[in-house]
T-cell receptor, first 111, second 113 residues
Framework: SQELEQSPQSLIVQEGKNLTINCTSS?????LYWYKQKYGEGLIFLMM?????EEKSHEKITAKLDEKKQQSSLHITASQPSHAGIYLC???????????FGTGTKLQVIP | DADVTQTPRNRITKTGKRIMLECSQT?????MYWYRQDPGLGLQLIYY???????NKGEISDGYSVSRQAQAKFSLSLESAIPNQTALYFC????????????FGPGTRLTVL
């Protein structure tokens, strides 16, 4: 089955700093999703990437899917306390929307 | 109102009890999913349904069953709850066709004593 590894598992940054979260797959990704989860709550969709080399941005969050479509990075610029939460990547490897999720990256932003 | 709702939001039950978690959506999506989330394990797919007559097992279906009562409703049952089914359960929906995002409900926190 598809295996997704996220790194780091947890991250503590000072407000205003930039940070990057990585999601690596052992297989080609047909679709790569990024979600944010506040502790104990539901998942909020951030972005979906499909094409190799594709890059999308939303406010201060940018995500990119590499050319080989096996790794994605999520970059937050000038982090704020509101960015705190768990970031999950999800991958669709067959185009059937059976999404496999990574284990998540827990982000804390210290004021 | 939320597009995807789950009831109950929290439930504490005892080993051996039958439990039903319900999910309703107003997005008009054909596809619905049930996931469980355990600390450090991400989300694991339990069951998914691509339309009312289509039900499929996910990665961890043992001990669970589902019912797709209508396009908008997808319920998850634990026939005889056990403590290792204590987790956060999420329902999700998506449109059919080409790749589309999944929309998640707020989750049900289930504790089995």
């Amino acid at each position: 089955s598809q295996e997704l590894e996220q790194s780091p598992q947890s991250l503590i940054v000072q407000e205003g700093k930039n940070l990057t979260i990585n999601c690596t797959s052992s297989k080609t990704l047909y679709g790569l999703y990024w979600y944010k989860q506040k502790y104990g709550e539901g998942l909020i969709f951030l972005m979906m990437l499909q094409k190799g080399g594709e890059e999308k941005s939303h406010e201060k969050i940018t995500a990119k899917l590499d050319e080989k479509k096996q790794q994605s990075s999520l970059h937050i610029t000038a982090s704020q306390p509101s960015h705190a939460g768990i970031y999950l990547c999800g991958a669709d490897t067959g185009g059937y929307q059976k999404v496999t999720f990574g284990t998540g990256t827990k982000l804390q932003v210290i004021p | 109102d939320a597009d995807v709702t789950q009831t109950p939001r929290n439930r504490i039950t005892k080993t051996g009890k039958r439990i039903m978690l319900e999910c309703s959506q107003t997005k008009g999506h054909d596809r619905m999913y049930w996931y469980r989330q355990d600390p450090g394990l991400g989300l694991q797919l339990i069951y998914y349904s691509f339309d009312v007559k289509d039900i499929n097992k996910g990665e961890i279906s043992d001990g669970y069953s589902v019912s797709r009562q209508a396009q908008a409703k997808f319920s998850l049952s634990l026939e005889s709850a056990i403590p290792n089914q204590t987790a956060l359960y999420f329902c999700a929906t998506s449109a059919s066709g080409s790749l589309d995002t999944q929309y998640f409900g707020p989750g049900t926190r289930l504790t089995v004593l």
